[in-house]
Structure formats: structure tokens, C-alpha cells
């Protein structure tokens, strides 16, 4: 005769809660993971997207408004939207790409409110590749100390070049060139045709090269 035992009577078995790593050890997909648990973000997680996405925060920024003075508190903006709506990205592995649209419409606002007067544009650029498209690296297999500063002093000409562009013109270029947008999602953020904004970096391209040129040929 079998007798059968209640479950009840088992012992239970212990549960051992998950060790929750820190922030710091945390991915950056699971950053934003935990950023989404709970009413608000968890401050420890968010601290740590703030400390490794401050300097491409800031390079955005740099690249879209060099002349602007503000732009620490355009940054400390950002984040403050990201906080906001950190709950609303649905994709958290695009994070990046996420957060540089968010700076990228700040800097759109921001430029709204400020109504600046743009000097007239001139669209004649002498030169141009044949695909439109330009070359910016400098051949060397084993690239000496004068290669080194020759390459350093080519980009700092470039990084002048760009910022002495008319605002719609680098804009495109910098979403395209620095930040590897999409044509679509630029035309997206600008709020004008994608034609358009084929247009814009075509020319933005043909003026950054005639600006480089004359460097170029003295070389």
C-alpha cells in the first residue's frame, strides 16, 4: 500500500534573488533595459548612458552649431528630453542613433527660435569629383612624423571648411558625413525633400573641396 506524500509537506525550495551587476558593468543595451524598468529611469543607469554618450552629445552639438556658445546647455537639454522619453524607444539597441536625432531637433528648435539671417547663398562650386563623392584619407602604409602631421592639419583645415559652411548645408553634411544618417532620415529631421537634401550635400561636398583645394595643390 502506497502512501502518498502532500506536496505541501515538501520543503520549499530556496530562492536566491539575481544579482543585479552595476551600472558600470552593464552593456549599453542594458542600460537603456533599465533605464525602461520602473516609473522613472534608475539614476545609476542613466548616469552611466550619460557618462559614455556625453562626448558624442557634444560632438554632434560642435559639428551642428560651432559658433554657438550655449551649446552646454543645449546638451544638458538633451539628456533632459532623454530622460523624458527613454520609456518611448522601442528599439533599444538604435540608442545612438536615437539619441543624435534628439540633438539634432533641439539644435532645429533652437534654430527656430533664434530666426538667424543666413548670408545669401552661392550654389557655383568650380570643382567636383565625378561621383559627387570626396576623398578624405590620405595613403600611407606606414604613415611617418610628417605624414602624422600632415594628416592632422588636413583635418583640422576640413573641421574649419565645415564650420565656415552655410548652416543648411552643413547640417546635411554633418548628419550624413559625421553622424552616417540615412538621406531619408536626414530629410526627415529637416523637414525638406529628399531631393533636396541630395542637393544640399552635393553642394556642401563641391564647396568643402574647392575650400581644400588650394591646401591640396601646395602640398
Request: glycine share 4%; charged share 30%; hydrophobic share 40%.
Amino acid at each position: 500500500m502506497s502512501h502518498s506524500i502532500p506536496l505541501s509537506g515538501l520543503p520549499a525550495k530556496a530562492t536566491i534573488p539575481p544579482v543585479q551587476l552595476p551600472a558600470e558593468k552593464l552593456s549599453n543595451y542594458d542600460l537603456v533595459l533599465r533605464c525602461q524598468e520602473g516609473v522613472q529611469p534608475d539614476r545609476a543607469a542613466f548616469a552611466e548612458l550619460l557618462r559614455r554618450y556625453q562626448p558624442h552629445v557634444e560632438k554632434v552639438l560642435y559639428h551642428l552649431a560651432p559658433d554657438w556658445q550655449d551649446r552646454a546647455d543645449l546638451a544638458q537639454e538633451v539628456w533632459i528630453r532623454v530622460y523624458r522619453n527613454i520609456k518611448r524607444l522601442n528599439e533599444p539597441v538604435k540608442f545612438r542613433g536615437w539619441l543624435s536625432r534628439i540633438a539634432t531637433n533641439l539644435f532645429y528648435d533652437e534654430l527656430r527660435k533664434r530666426k538667424r539671417v543666413q548670408d545669401p547663398l552661392s550654389l557655383d562650386a568650380p570643382r567636383m569629383m565625378d561621383d559627387g563623392e570626396m576623398d578624405w584619407e590620405i595613403a600611407s602604409e606606414e604613415p611617418g612624423p610628417e605624414e602624422n602631421l600632415t594628416t592632422a592639419e588636413f583635418y583640422e583645415r576640413l573641421r574649419e571648411a565645415i564650420k565656415d559652411l552655410p548652416e543648411v548645408f552643413r547640417t546635411t553634411i554633418v548628419l550624413r558625413e559625421i553622424e552616417g544618417m540615412a538621406y531619408e532620415e536626414i530629410a526627415e529631421i529637416t523637414g525638406v525633400s529628399l531631393g533636396t537634401v541630395k542637393s544640399r550635400i552635393a553642394r556642401a561636398r563641391q564647396r568643402l573641396q574647392f575650400q581644400l583645394q588650394k591646401y591640396l595643390d601646395d602640398r
